[in-house]
Nanobody, 121 residues
Framework: VQLQASGGGLVQTGGSLRLSCAASGRTFGTYAWFRQAPGKEREFVAASNWRGSRKYYADSAKGRFTISRDNTKNTLHLQMNSLKSEDSAVYYC?????????????????WGQGTLVTVSS
């Protein structure tokens, strides 16, 4: 099982980025994005079931970020709009077998390597 995150980069405040996470090996019940800023704990951003029919967002992401699944390519996406400097972090994709839209690291069994997002003001 492998999760490969991509799409990070440098963007100005108010800009947009689309992160992708290609999964290989199998399909999981739940997929999520977390992020970790320097000196801070890794925090939950958004989660989706494998169909994309159920989604859950952290308050910081609601209205600005959209999590989606492309099941034909077994790929997870995170569309991030109206980016703020506080969104700067390494973003990690994760996958879990439980089917629960968990918000903690222990809810997920597999993790991608992370992709860096830097929002400049």
């Amino acid at each position: 099982v492998q999760l490969q995150a991509s799409g990070g980069g440098l963007v100005q405040t108010g800009g947009s980025l689309r992160l992708s996470c290609a999964a290989s090996g199998r399909t999981f019940g739940t997929y999520a994005w977390f992020r970790q800023a320097p000196g801070k704990e890794r925090e939950f951003v958004a989660a989706s079931n494998w169909r994309g029919s159920r989604k859950y967002y952290a308050d910081s992401a609601k209205g600005r970020f959209t999590i989606s699944r492309d099941n034909t390519k077994n790929t997870l996406h995170l569309q991030m709009n109206s980016l703020k400097s506080e969104d700067s972090a390494v973003y990690y994709c994760a996958a879990g077998s439980s089917g629960i839209l968990g918000t903690t690291r222990s809810d997920y069994n597999y993790w991608g390597q992370g992709t860096l997002v830097t929002v400049s003001s």
